[in-house]
């Protein structure tokens, strides 16, 4: 099919790569000149694994284009995707100013029925919004085309993207619309042989959908760290509580893990968003405001246990830092718990060197050239003059360091491990202090 999609972001580049992947003719759209005169030498704007190969191959198979053109790209779609940035904005409500220009702009180019399918996270009620701002634009050009909006939100993870869009485990399309529906069933076939994973509802229970599939998972996360703290003031050890729970299948194993807080494009936004929506129509969501609260003082935690182990003298310390993206494989530093700590160690007079495998370019633009960052080319080169460290993301690479190196290299040999994932016993075994996120000792 021909597919059109505005935003070469996580979501649209991924999407795009993934559609192209499947036999369509996709054109992506941006605004951003120098990130679509990139991708068109093949240079990916973001790290996300599996995704550079796709996109080289069918761009070079002339499967996927990019453009800066909206109006050949919306001559193209019979299927027009919006899959731009909706930001917070100053009272923390989903920003649609982007999602209603590209809307706009459709309204501008029409030229015959197609179905603009949003993919952005969005309030309850912004397909109407958008079906009304191309209404508009259609109206003042006098031109009766027809089209529909289709709510199609995306849950692909950043680290997993490529993956999660090539397998989905749902594919919610809200839209009353049975023509609309049928073009999205053509395009989703080839992700529907297995079983049938699309789940159609109706406009606004799909756009919720999205919201409160990010709110569930934020709230197990800040449900945990609030049981680490608990478990971190009467003595027990949070990682046997966490497997305690675990194996009743109505709790799960899965994404219960405490840890420095939860960061990145979504859950901090989306779950301001949800509350405010909340709000807009008379509700206190008040779960809500305390899943954020918890997390908000979850990204402080690393940082008060390094005060407490220097007794409040950060100033001249060198703190090593492994990990800074918001999460493993993936190269994204939005809301990451690693900028809260960064930040509050330079308030308090200490000097950061850190190590990520994908992020340091990203850290490296939001941040500038400082004295007080080493940005750090291999893991243990940020442990050279650094007094302790602090484990801040989970990479793989992490996993199962040599600590009688951590050690000789610290000048006070102590590792705060903001995910938990070491051992206490052979951190100390090794003569290293240790400190977890609700493990019983670590306060
Ligand atoms: P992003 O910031 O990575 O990318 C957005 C892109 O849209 C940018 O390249 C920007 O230049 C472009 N853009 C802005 N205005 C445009 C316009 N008028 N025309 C063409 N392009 C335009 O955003 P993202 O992370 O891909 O997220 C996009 C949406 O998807 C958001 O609503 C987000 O909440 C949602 N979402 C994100 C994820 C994720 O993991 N990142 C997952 C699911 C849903």
Not at 6 to 12: R, S
Not at 321 to 337: C, H, I, Q, S, V
Not at 437 to 442: A, F, L, P, W, Y
């Amino acid at each position: 099919m021909k597919v059109t999609i505005f935003g070469t972001g996580y979501v649209g580049l991924v999407t795009g790569a993934c559609l192209a992947e499947m036999g369509n003719h996709v054109v992506c759209v941006d605004i951003d000149e120098a990130k679509v005169e990139g991708l068109k030498k093949g240079v990916i704007p973001i790290y996300e694994p599996g995704l550079e190969p796709i996109v080289k191959r069918n761009h070079a198979a002339g499967q996927l284009d990019f453009t800066t053109d909206p109006a050949s790209a919306i001559a193209h779609g019979e299927l027009i995707f919006i899959a731009v940035g909706t930001p917070p904005d100053e009272d923390g409500s989903a920003d649609l100013k982007y999602v209603l220009a590209v809307a706009r702009t459709i309204g501008q180019h029409l030229d015959r029925y197609a179905v603009v399918v949003n993919k952005s996270t969005v309030p309850v009620g912004t397909a109407d919004k958008v079906r009304d701002a191309i209404t508009e634009v259609l109206k003042g050009r006098d031109a009766g085309i027809e089209f529909d909006v289709v709510s199609n939100p995306e849950f692909l993870k950043e680290g997993d993207a490529v993956e999660d869009c090539l397998r989905p485990d749902r594919i919610v399309v809200g839209s009353s619309s049975e023509r609309a529906v049928g073009r999205l069933r053509k395009l989703y076939a080839p992700f529907n042989r297995n079983h049938d994973r699309m789940v159609v509802m109706d406009e606004r229970s799909a756009e919720l959908t999205k919201y409160a599939a990010n709110a569930m998972l934020a709230t197990k996360i800040s449900f945990m760290n609030e049981i680490a703290n608990i478990a971190e003031r009467v003595g027990a050890d949070v990682e046997l509580v966490r497997q305690g729970i675990g194996s009743d299948p109505r709790i799960g194993y899965h994404f219960i893990y405490p840890g420095a807080g939860y960061g990145g494009s979504c859950f901090p936004k989306d779950v301001q968003a949800l509350e405010r929506i909340a709000r807009a129509h008379d509700y206190d969501a008040r779960l809500l405001a305390m899943v954020e609260a918890v997390n908000h003082t979850q990204k402080t935690r690393l940082f008060a246990q390094i005060q407490r182990h220097f007794n409040g003298n950060i100033a001249g310390k060198t703190i090593a830092l492994w990990g800074l993206a918001f999460k493993p494989n993936t190269d994204d530093m939005r809301e990451a718990p690693s900028r809260r700590l960064i930040e509050a160690l330079w308030d308090a007079g200490a000097k950061v060197r850190a190590y990520d495998p994908e992020a340091r370019e990203e850290t490296q633009r939001i941040y500038g050239e400082r004295a007080d960052l080493v940005l750090c080319e291999k893991p243990y080169e940020a442990l050279d003059g650094a007094d302790v460290l602090a484990l801040v993301t989970e990479w793989k690479a992490f996993r199962s360091p040599d600590f009688g190196r951590i050690k000789a290299a610290l000048k006070e040999p102590a590792i705060f491990d903001g995910r938990n994932l070491y051992d206490p016993q052979v951190v100390e075994d090794a003569g290293l202090a240790y400190y977890g996120i609700g493990r019983g000792r670590s306060l």
